[in-house]
Each structure stands twice: as structure tokens, then as C-alpha cells.
């Protein structure tokens, strides 16, 4: 086939789309935190802006949060998500587990910390599940839960929505990989289950989720709706006072923060290489473990028994949370340590109904201009693959999660001030491409397994009845791939939808989504607003997700060779 | 002018190992059994034929259909129709879209169209069958479909890559004699390749190996 010419260059313009942001916005906050930044009136390369941050008291606190709070949730989270796999694969309840977690990748961040927060807090569900008859407590106790000076929250916070994401990848990986065999094996020659797993199989999974466990480092290090939500205030972590700094009214700060991204920037590229060689260290003792031959058949009962219970903790913790959200956007008066509200009511709903549409609409419209673009390169590459041969190297697949590796504070700020220079700023068209940045790798990792696996000889026959190669695309694969195709734009939209940073720093604070309208709130503490705009936050990419299984299922209920396993 | 398929020259090779190699003339209505086993060189043959041959092989010699060299056309402009081992029947769409699908786009209009696809099901013994789900057919009752879709794309010659190795006994003999049948009655040169010593029997012929030496059985 050598049709379709104009796709051969859609690699690289997606590749652009990916880097040149990534790159240009670098660069950007590099500028100005050596001072240079003409507009502001930096025309001279300096060290102040360094100077300024040193001189911070919060400056090492702040950057220590970052770092104890990123590789704790990631250790964690990489620990539960492994232990799950391990200690239940291919078991009827881990096709439950996966089903209790799969839904919890759709909700965003800052929703998912909302309703942790609202579960967890001294006046929380949990809190009021237990008073006053186990806790004696007839009143909120005066003790700091979430905003922890550790970050413990926000950890628990980034750990119940990353452990499904690894679990994904996990999953994803174990297809490519002969893991059944290779644990059987090892369970024939005595080793337990959990134990033969991590000996056998982990071995070989991992190198192929080591890019998502640097995604999950470097975002876990950088966040900035969680923290903002359940982080720290004094100091909060680095990338929260970065943002301080940005949104500060005293321009001359930016160059502060500039410097302060690029400090941030520095971090998660020495934690990243810190955890390289710490995969090297873990390895060899790996190895050497493996050649003493300890079965570890005894643990198996525990472990499956701890990895079942962390598993439904951290599915409880969002579905739960969502409760609480749901209930507290209803709720009329509500005394602690009352567990339901006393009466429920659609005041506030109907009161903020016009603020509501409004948000929901620009998240709408951003989410589905983003993954309209996001999708039409996806496609369009996965087709110049298949069309002309071309091959996805790995290089190509590092290109493809460096949005998702640079951490967002490091390069959204510096891509800020050229959508100023170039007046983009502030306009919803902005919004969308930053948004389209983000949203592309996660369209593209979920799409290309689907389309790769496609059977070609259905191309191939097409093409024997006279089909062109728009026809085949058309007319046999896209609708062949219809559910796979949607379900990836369901990602793609979930994505955009919890994206706060790129729409606060692009959009220059005047295009307001559910997620930044939902964060703005945090800091005022009305349950009853953030209940709602949490709750809509939760609701948008689930319903994204619903008509990705109805509308397939809906045009192929007649089609049993579609059916979902295909 | 119905000259028929030939193959002139042709020689494939991978990596220095020559895996095909025939001189060979298709009469309209004759079919020619290429028979050899596994990995001998057979489908690679047909993807020659049908202008999908993978970048790994090398290939001299020309391709001629009806007096015209088709070598260097596109699969789709070959109008070479092939029928796979497995059938390849589009699972999003019904008999009778199948069948459309295939239809060239010169025959215009939905009700002559849709006239072409009941005439092509009624000749298969599938009257009726137009609006039914392909996965609910029987393995010969898609066998069949199958062949219709690529008949009914009108093709200049037919390549049969072991399209009967997957039916049973009773359908395999039955469907055998129906693809046989159609490719006399429209004067098709027909290229069969099997390693089933019965299926190269039954349909007659010459049979050759990929190295084009006579094979008698």
C-alpha cells in the first residue's frame, strides 16, 4: 500500500506537538530564571532569581515534601499494584479487583483527593462512622488529618489513584510476556505463588513499566491540585509555591519562580536517576536471592490476604469518597457526629446551576477538542505505521511519555509566557492544545495495542475486492475498531478533564473548567460547593466512559463477532 | 481479450534462498495446484500475486493478467480475488453488506445493487441470508459467502490459498465442487495452493511445486 503520502509525516508532527510545547516551555522557564526576561524587565543573565530562592526559608522543607511525598507514593503504590498481580492473577477475584479499580482511572486527581478528604478528616464519614461510640469524640477532634505537615494525605491520595494505573500497565505487559507458564513453573518447583511471581515474572514485567513508574514518580513529585487540596500550607511543597509565585500580583516573583520550576525540574530528574540505579541495586539482590532457592511458600496466604485488603482500601477510598461527595452536595444541615445529613436539599445546586453549566460546558468543549486532535494523530500515526512499514522504536516511545516525565510546573510556566508574548494566551484554543499535549500519549498507549492486533488480513482481503486504502480505514478498520477507538477517546477526554495546571497557567486564570473551579474552592472549605463541582468532576469522564460501552454495543448488538472480547 | 494469468519469470527469494520459482500459463477456467509443505514458499506465492510481498523477499519476473503486466499495480488495481484458508468475512457488517462491499461501484443504484447481492446469495443456496450476522453461519454457509464476496467483485483471476483445509470431511467435498463449479462457468484462471494431496486431486489439473517441477500423485 502507498497510498496516503500526507501520513508518513503524521509521526512527526505528533512527535512536535509532544516535544515542541515540552521544549519551548523549558526554555521559557530556563530564561527567566537566570533572569532574562525582556517583557518583565530582565535583560540580563543573573543569578538573582537563585539568590531569591535560597534565600526562602521554606525553600528545603518545601523541596524535601516534593521528594519524600513523590518516591513514598510511588513506592507504595508500585508495591500494592504488584502484590495484587502477584498474588492473584488469573484468579476469579482478581478479575473482580480489576473491575472494582478499572473505573477509578477515569476520576480525576483532584476529585479523587477531595473525597479522600471528605472520608479521612476530623469531621469526616470515617470520623463520624465511629463517634461518638468508639471515639467519645461530640465534636470534630482538633487534629491535623489531611494538610499533614509530612504530606501523608496527599500520599494516600496519590497512591489510590495510581496503584489502578500501574495495575493497567501491569496488566498490559503481562500480555506480551508468558507469565502463567513462567509462575507455574516456578510453582512446580516448590516456590509459593507470590513469591515465584516476584522471582519468575516481575523480572520481565518490569522493564516494560518502567516508563509508567517514571510518569507516576515524576508526577507524584510535582502535583499541584492534590497538594493544593490536602497538601502541606506551611511550607507547601515546592510545586505549590512555584504556582504562588506565578500567580503572585508582584510580577518581579516569576523570576523567582522560574527558578524555582527549574529546582523542581532538577529534582525529579535526580530522583528518576536515583531510582535507575536503585533498580540496578534491587536486580542483583534479586538475583542473589533467587540463587539461594528460599521457596517463600509459607507467605502466600498473608500476602493474598494483605494485597486483597489494600486492593479494596483503595477502591473503597474513591467510591467511598464519592459517597461523601455526593451527600455533602446534597446536604441541608449536617452536624457532627450526625453519620447522614438531617435533611438533604438542591439549594446550593440550583443556586450556582448558571456557574455549573458554564464549567461544564468549557470542560466539555476542551476535553473534546483535545482528544479530537489527540485522536486524529493517534490514528493518523498508527496508520502510517501500518501503511508504510514503519516501526515504533523505543526512543520513539520515550518521545512519547515526556509530557508525562517533565514534570507540568517545570514547563507549563515558561509555555505561559510565550502564549503571552504571542498572544494566545488566555483564549480557550490555547487551552486546547496544551490540554492535546497531555492528553496524546495516554490516547496513544491505550489505542495503538487494539489497532495493532488487528487481523490485516481483512485489509488484505478488502483490498483484493478493489478497497483503496481510505476504504479499508473507513469502511473495515475504524468500524471494526470502533469500541477500542472510543473507549481510548473515553481516556483521552478523563485526561483532559482533571487537567488543572495547563488550564490555569494557559488560560491565564480566565478559562474556568470543573477542576480548576473544584481546586479554587479548596481553600475556602464550603463542603456543599466543592461536593458538587468535585461530583460533576467524577461524573463528566464516567459518562464519557458509559457511551464508550453503549454506542458499540448499541450499533453491534447484532454483530456476535464484535462482541467485547474481540 | 480473456488470455488468462501468467506467470512469467517469476523467482522469490529470501535471503539468498530462492523460494519460488515458476514459468507458468493459467488458461481462463483451468485451475493450477501449487502443492508443497509448510513454509515452502506457497502463500509467499500469492502475496507475489497479489502486490503484498513482504520488504524481506526479492522478486524478478512480471506478472501478466488477460495480456496486461499487473507487476508494479497496487493489490487493488490487480483485480486478482483471493480466498483464504480462513474466511475473512468483515464482522461489523451483514451477508448482504459483505457482499456490497465487494460489488464494484459501477453498478449503481441501491435497488440494483442490493439485486447483484440476492442473485449472488441465491446462487450460493443463501436466499434469505442478506441481513444476517456473518458469526451466526455455519463454517460451510460462510465458505460459501466468502467465495460469492469475491466473486462478486468481479476479479480477473483467483487465488485459492488453502481454502478448504478448515471444513469437515462432507463440506470440505461439497464446497470444493461449488469453487470448482464457479471458476469454470466464468472462464476464471484459478491458482490453488494446498499441501492436502486429496484437495489437489480432486480439482484437477496440473499440480507443481513452488520450484515449478511437475508434481504426479
Given at each position: 500500500?502507498n497510498?496516503g503520502r500526507p501520513l508518513r509525516f503524521?509521526?512527526l ?13 523549558v526554555?521559557?522557564?530556563l530564561?527567566?530564571?537566570?533572569g532574562y526576561?525582556p ?8 543569578l538573582?532569581?537563585?539568590r531569591?530562592?535560597?534565600?526562602w526559608?521554606?525553600?528545603w522543607p518545601?523541596a ?5 511525598t513523590?518516591i ?15 498474588a492473584w492473577?488469573?484468579t ?5 479487583v480489576?473491575?472494582a ?6 476520576v480525576p486527581?483532584?476529585a479523587?483527593?477531595f473525597g479522600?478528604a471528605?472520608?479521612i478528616a476530623?469531621s ?10 468508639i ?13 499533614d ?5 496527599m500520599m494516600a ?8 494505573f500501574?495495575?493497567?500497565m501491569t496488566?498490559a ?6 507469565s502463567?507458564?513462567m509462575?507455574?513453573s516456578?510453582?512446580?518447583?516448590g516456590?509459593?505463588?507470590v513469591w ?5 515474572v ?8 518502567r ?16 497538594a493544593l487540596?490536602?497538601?502541606p500550607t506551611?511550607p507547601p511543597t515546592?510545586?505549590v ?6 500567580s503572585?500580583p508582584d510580577?518581579s516573583?516569576r523570576f523567582?519562580?522560574a527558578?524555582?520550576?527549574?529546582l ?16 540496578r541495586v534491587?536486580?542483583r ?6 540463587m539461594?532457592?528460599?521457596r517463600?511458600?509459607?507467605?502466600d496466604a498473608?500476602s493474598?490476604?494483605v ?10 477510598a ?5 459517597g461523601?461527595l ?5 446536604a441541608g444541615?449536617w452536624?457532627?457526629?450526625d453519620l447522614l445529613?438531617?435533611?438533604l ?6 443556586a450556582?446551576s448558571?456557574?455549573?453549566a458554564?464549567a461544564?460546558k468549557d470542560t466539555v ?6 482528544t479530537?486532535i489527540?485522536l486524529?494523530l493517534?490514528i493518523a500515526?498508527l496508520?502510517?505505521e501500518y501503511?508504510?512499514?514503519?516501526r515504533?522504536s523505543?526512543r ?12 507540568q510546573?517545570?514547563?507549563?510556566p515558561g ?16 487551552v486546547?492544545?496544551?490540554h ?8 496513544f ?6 489497532w495493532?492486533?488487528?487481523d490485516q ?8 475486492l478493489g478497497a483503496g486504502a ?8 475504524l ?10 477517546a473515553?481516556?483521552?477526554f ?9 488550564t490555569?497557567?494557559i ?6 473548567t470543573?477542576t480548576?473551579?473544584a481546586v ?9 460547593l466543592?461536593?458538587m463541582?468535585?461530583?460533576l468532576?467524577?461524573v463528566?469522564?464516567?459518562?464519557a ?6 454506542v458499540?454495543s448499541l450499533?453491534?448488538r ?5 462482541s467485547?472480547?474481540? | 481479450m480473456?488470455?488468462?494469468l ?9 535471503r539468498g534462498?530462492?523460494l519460488?520459482?515458476?514459468d507458468?500459463?493459467i488458461a481462463?477456467g ?5 502443492m508443497?509443505?509448510s513454509?515452502?514458499g506457497?502463500?509467499?506465492?500469492l502475496?507475489?500475486?497479489?502486490g503484498?510481498l513482504a520488504p524481506?523477499?526479492?522478486m524478478r519476473?512480471?506478472?501478466?493478467l488477460?495480456g496486461?503486466?499487473?507487476t508494479?499495480l ?5 483485480r486478482?480475488g483471493?480466498l483464504f484458508?480462513?474466511?475473512t468475512?468483515?464482522?461489523h457488517l451483514?451477508?448482504g453488506a ?16 442490493m439485486a447483484?447481492v440476492?442473485r449472488?446469495l441465491?446462487d450460493?443456496g443463501l436466499?434469505?441470508?442478506?441481513g444476517r450476522d ?5 463454517g460451510?454457509?460462510r465458505?460459501?459467502?466468502?467465495l460469492?464476496r469475491t466473486?462478486i ?7 485459492l ?7 469437515d470431511a ?7 465442487a461449488?469453487?470448482v463449479d464457479?471458476?469454470r462457468?466464468?472462464?476464471l484462471?484459478?491458482?490453488l ?5 486429496e484437495d489437489a ?10 520450484l515449478?517441477?511437475?508434481?504426479s500423485?
Amino acid at each position: 500500500m502507498n497510498r496516503g503520502r500526507p501520513l508518513r509525516f503524521a509521526p512527526l508532527l505528533t512527535i512536535l506537538l509532544l516535544i515542541g510545547p515540552v521544549g519551548a516551555g523549558v526554555l521559557g522557564t530556563l530564561a527567566p530564571a537566570f533572569g532574562y526576561l525582556p517583557a518583565l524587565g530582565g535583560v540580563s543573565v543573573t543569578l538573582d532569581p537563585w539568590r531569591d530562592l535560597m534565600a526562602w526559608q521554606g525553600l528545603w522543607p518545601a523541596a524535601w515534601l516534593s521528594i519524600s511525598t513523590g518516591i513514598g507514593a510511588t513506592v507504595i503504590s508500585l508495591i500494592i499494584s504488584t502484590l495484587i498481580v502477584a498474588a492473584w492473577q488469573g484468579t476469579r477475584v482478581f478479575a473482580f479487583v480489576m473491575r472494582a479499580l478499572s473505573p477509578l482511572l477515569s476520576v480525576p486527581h483532584a476529585a479523587a483527593a477531595f473525597g479522600l478528604a471528605f472520608l479521612i478528616a476530623p469531621s469526616g464519614w470515617i470520623s463520624r462512622a465511629l463517634s461518638p461510640h468508639i471515639t467519645g469524640w461530640e465534636r470534630p477532634p482538633d487534629i491535623l488529618i489531611t494538610q499533614d505537615p509530612m504530606g501523608l494525605s496527599m500520599m494516600a491520595a496519590l497512591v489510590v489513584k495510581e496503584v489502578p494505573f500501574l495495575l493497567l500497565m501491569t496488566m498490559a505487559a503481562l500480555g506480551q510476556t508468558d507469565s502463567l507458564r513462567m509462575r507455574m513453573s516456578a510453582q512446580v518447583l516448590g516456590y509459593g505463588r507470590v513469591w515465584g511471581w516476584l522471582l519468575a515474572v516481575f523480572p520481565r514485567v518490569y522493564p516494560q513499566i518502567r516508563l509508567p513508574i517514571y510518569a507516576v514518580l515524576a508526577y507524584s513529585m510535582s502535583v499541584v491540585d492534590v497538594a493544593l487540596i490536602l497538601g502541606p500550607t506551611r511550607p507547601p511543597t515546592l510545586s505549590v509555591q512555584v504556582l504562588t509565585w506565578m500567580s503572585d500580583p508582584d510580577l518581579s516573583l516569576r523570576f523567582q519562580a522560574a527558578a524555582g520550576a527549574v529546582l523542581q525540574l532538577g529534582l525529579v530528574l535526580a530522583a528518576l536517576f536515583a531510582w535507575r540505579s536503585a533498580e540496578r541495586v534491587v536486580a542483583r539482590l534479586g538475583c542473589g536471592i533467587a540463587m539461594r532457592g528460599h521457596r517463600g511458600a509459607g507467605g502466600d496466604a498473608a500476602s493474598r490476604g494483605v494485597a486483597l485488603s489494600l486492593a479494596m482500601i483503595c477502591a473503597g477510598a474513591v467510591l467511598f469518597g464519592l459517597g461523601a461527595l455526593t451527600v455533602w452536595s446534597f446536604a441541608g444541615l449536617w452536624q457532627f457526629p450526625d453519620l447522614l445529613p438531617q435533611q438533604l436539599s438542591l439549594r446550593v445546586w440550583m443556586a450556582q446551576s448558571g456557574n455549573l453549566a458554564a464549567a461544564t460546558k468549557d470542560t466539555v468543549i476542551i476535553g473534546v477538542a483535545a482528544t479530537g486532535i489527540a485522536l486524529l494523530l493517534v490514528i493518523a500515526c498508527l496508520e502510517a505505521e501500518y501503511r508504510h512499514g514503519l516501526r515504533t522504536s523505543g526512543r520513539a516511545l520515550l518521545l512519547l511519555y515526556i509530557p508525562l516525565i517533565v514534570p507540568q510546573v517545570a514547563f507549563l510556566p515558561g509555555l505561559s509566557i510565550f502564549a503571552i508574548l504571542t498572544g494566545v494566551d488566555g483564549g480557550i484554543a490555547a487551552v486546547i492544545m496544551a490540554h492535546a499535549v497531555f492528553v496524546l500519549p495516554y490516547v496513544f498507549l491505550s489505542l495503538a495495542d487494539p489497532w495493532r492486533a488487528w487481523d490485516q488480513r481483512l485489509g488484505l482481503a478488502a483490498q483484493t475486492l478493489g478497497a483503496g486504502a481510505e476504504r479499508v480505514l473507513w469502511g473495515v478498520r475504524l468500524p471494526m475498531l470502533l469500541r477500542p477507538v472510543l473507549t481510548a477517546a473515553a481516556v483521552g477526554f478523563a485526561v483532559s478533564v482533571g487537567q488543572y495546571l495547563p488550564t490555569l497557567l494557559i488560560g491565564a486564570g480566565r478559562i474556568e473548567t470543573l477542576t480548576t473551579e473544584a481546586v479554587a474552592l479548596a481553600s475556602g472549605g464550603n463542603r456543599r460547593l466543592i461536593g458538587m463541582y468535585a461530583l460533576l468532576q467524577m461524573v463528566t469522564p464516567l459518562a464519557a466512559f458509559t457511551v464508550a460501552i453503549l454506542v458499540p454495543s448499541l450499533i453491534y448488538r447484532n454483530r456476535r463477532g464484535l462482541s467485547v472480547s474481540v | 481479450m480473456k488470455d488468462g494469468l501468467h506467470i512469467l519469470e517469476l523467482e522469490i527469494a529470501q535471503r539468498g534462498r530462492v523460494l519460488v520459482s515458476l514459468d507458468l500459463k493459467i488458461a481462463p477456467g483451468e485451475i493450477v495446484t501449487i502443492m508443497g509443505p509448510s513454509g515452502s514458499g506457497k502463500s509467499t506465492l500469492l502475496s507475489a500475486l497479489i502486490g503484498a510481498l513482504a520488504p524481506e523477499f526479492e522478486m524478478r519476473g512480471h506478472v501478466l493478467l488477460n495480456g496486461i503486466d499487473i507487476t508494479d499495480l497496487s493489490t487493488r488495481q490487480r483485480r486478482i480475488g483471493l480466498l483464504f484458508q480462513d474466511d475473512t468475512l468483515f464482522p461489523h457488517l451483514s451477508v448482504g453488506a459483505n457482499l456490497a462491499f465487494a460489488l464494484p461501484p459501477t453498478v449503481r443504484g441501491k435497488g440494483a445493487r442490493m439485486a447483484r447481492v440476492e442473485r449472488a446469495l441465491l446462487d450460493a443456496g443463501l436466499d434469505g441470508f442478506s441481513g444476517r450476522d456473518p458469526a451466526t453461519l455455519s463454517g460451510g454457509q460462510r465458505a460459501r459467502v466468502s467465495l460469492m464476496r469475491t466473486l462478486i467483485a468481479e476479479p480477473n483471476a483467483l487465488l485459492l490459498d488453502e481454502p478448504f483445509s478448515k471444513l469437515d470431511a462432507d463440506r470440505r467435498t461439497h464446497i470444493r465442487a461449488f469453487v470448482v463449479d464457479r471458476v469454470r462457468q466464468r472462464a476464471l484462471p484459478a491458482l490453488l495452493v494446498t499441501h492436502d494431496a486429496e484437495d489437489a486431486r480432486a480439482v484437477g489439473g496440473r499440480i507443481l511445486d513452488p520450484l515449478g517441477r511437475e508434481i504426479s500423485l
